[in-house]
């Protein structure tokens, strides 16, 4: 995907509101006829461009124990119903999109350690793997398919696990099914050590982060601290654009590496009608790493901003604004959508667009450019457009490179929030609406594809640094700066600019 140079020259105005994305097409069919157990494909197979994975269900009727079809299509079940569509037996195993889509919004419903409960109840009592005199030919074949769905459930919602409870549950069941079976045995080993070393992993990632927010500062505390500390800039950490670009590139994969998927759904959870339950609901409400993610990219908006007022003189902050420029031009061909918006955003602040003497001496054709590719209007149809051509890069891809798709987030999460908000969870009859689930599934997976990307380019220690640990101006501090260089224009900037210096820098 390379940057067409000559589109038209214009400014759009910023982004004041972000329009809920509209679903018009139906949803997909899904198809009946399974008959084996599935095996794991990566995600993008698991809905294909036309719909989802086609071989669902065993009924082709209208209502089968609890649930109900259309055409073939699972709408709507009671909970229990759906729990019990979930639990594999001898002649039965559910469909990977049915495991995904059910795992995923199971948890607006009900505590995840309370469906692996339901779930080990329905395996031990259905099975009769409590029976010592239980048929060992009939073990042998449930074993493979519990084991199965354990194994899907570790790898694709690891974050369930940290719950106590959720993995007494997991070693009990995984000890009943490995008790007779050396075979099994070593799989269910190999299943918790996988578990475990990704637990430890997210562990550690939170420890970083947690480290890297109490070392943070103001940047203006720093220099009337310690002025001498912060002589460097971006560009003389990193003067290739490219080379920054990349090195973006690294930390936005990184931390979407570390979002689980059912955060997305725990981030709007709500109490269910249909639960009694008084208990607090903040325990399912875990984001941490999506709000980490949402914090990274202010952080850089903010940085952005702070190299741009930093330079007293005006020519330093024009090539400020230039260098931000082309670090956004790349990140927009390497698919980096998220780090392009944040830098757009970082050059939009106030406290930079306003000076306007500074952007006379920019060249901004290749600026407008890039706006008008995140301009908000028709609900972001133009950043919707590449960002379906970089994902259809990324499905043909010859290189890792090409395999990059990292969208902008915050409208990601602004879509599933208004699909989430746009649709009732229960129907009028208490059945859980299956329907909206599918939509929002699908959505889901397809970022789940796109954090699995691994990042081709080499990593620069000195520069992630920087990017990460830097200190950046806060909002005052950055209008302060912006006053400095360029004197106020009225006498509301005049009053703020004397504000701003009696607060910060205890001048009259």
Not at 106 to 135: G, T, W
Not at 184 to 198: E, G
Request: net charge neutral.
């Amino acid at each position: 995907m390379t940057l067409i140079e000559k589109e038209q020259q214009w400014k759009p105005p910023m982004y004041s509101s972000i329009t809920p994305v509209c679903f018009t097409s139906p949803l997909i069919e899904k198809p009946i006829g399974k008959e084996s157990m599935p095996q794991t494909p990566p995600f993008s197979a698991m809905f294909d461009s036309s719909g989802y994975n086609r071989n669902l269900y065993q009924s082709a009727e209208d209502s089968c124990g609890g649930l109900y079809y259309h055409d073939n299509n699972l709408l709507s079940g009671s909970l229990e119903a759906l729990i019990q569509h979930l639990v594999p037996n001898v002649d039965y195993y559910p469909d990977r999109t049915y495991i995904f889509t059910f795992l995923l919004s199971s948890r607006l419903f009900m505590h995840p350690y309370e469906l692996m409960a339901k779930v080990c109840h329905l395996c031990i009592e259905h099975q009769r793997l409590s029976d010592p005199n239980s048929d060992k030919n009939q073990i042998r074949k449930i074993a493979p398919k519990i084991l199965q769905l354990l194994t899907e459930w570790t790898e694709t919602f690891p974050y369930d696990f940290r719950d106590e409870r959720m993995m007494r549950n997991l070693k009990d069941l995984a000890h009943r099914i490995a008790s007779g079976e050396e075979t099994y045995r070593k799989n269910v080993q190999q299943m918790i050590q996988c578990l475990i070393r990704k637990l430890a992993a997210l562990t550690q990632y939170e420890e970083v982060l947690a480290k890297i927010s109490s070392t943070s500062t103001d940047r203006l505390t720093v220099l009337k601290t310690k002025p001498q500390s912060i002589q460097r800039d971006i560009i003389t950490v990193c003067s290739d654009p490219y080379t920054l670009a990349q090195q973006l590139t690294h930390i936005e994969l990184e931390r979407l590496n570390y979002i689980g998927p059912e955060e997305f759904v725990q981030a709007f959870v709500q109490k269910d009608p249909l639960d009694n339950d008084k208990s607090c609901y903040s325990e399912r409400k875990k984001t941490r790493n999506l709000e980490a993610y949402v914090e990274w990219f202010n952080r850089l908006s903010y940085l952005v901003a702070t190299e741009i007022c930093m330079p007293v003189k005006k020519k330093h902050r024009a090539r400020m604004i230039e260098y931000f420029i082309d670090v956004a031009r790349e990140c927009f061909n390497i698919g980096n959508f998220n780090s392009l918006m944040a830098i757009i955003s970082g050059m939009n602040m106030s406290p930079v667009s306003r000076l306007k003497k500074t952007w006379a001496k920019v060249k901004t054709a290749k600026f407008d450019i890039l706006e008008h590719q995140m301009d908000p209007s028709s609900n972001f149809y133009n950043y919707r457009t590449a960002l379906r051509g970089a994902a259809q890069r990324s499905l043909t891809a010859h290189s890792s490179r090409e395999k990059i798709v990292i969208p902008f987030f915050s409208l990601l999460i602004k879509d599933i929030y208004f699909l989430n908000e746009g649709c009732a969870n229960r129907l009028p009859n208490g059945h859980v609406n299956f329907e909206k689930f599918w939509e929002l599934a699908k959505q889901v997976s397809e970022f789940m594809t796109w954090k699995q990307v691994e990042c081709p380019f080499e990593r620069d220690r000195k520069i992630l640094q920087y990017l990460l640990t830097v200190p950046v101006f806060s909002e005052d501090a950055l209008y302060l700066a912006s006053y400095e260089s360029e004197g106020p224009e009225n006498h509301i900037e005049k009053d703020r600019w004397k504000s701003l210096r009696s607060s910060l820098l205890g001048r009259v």
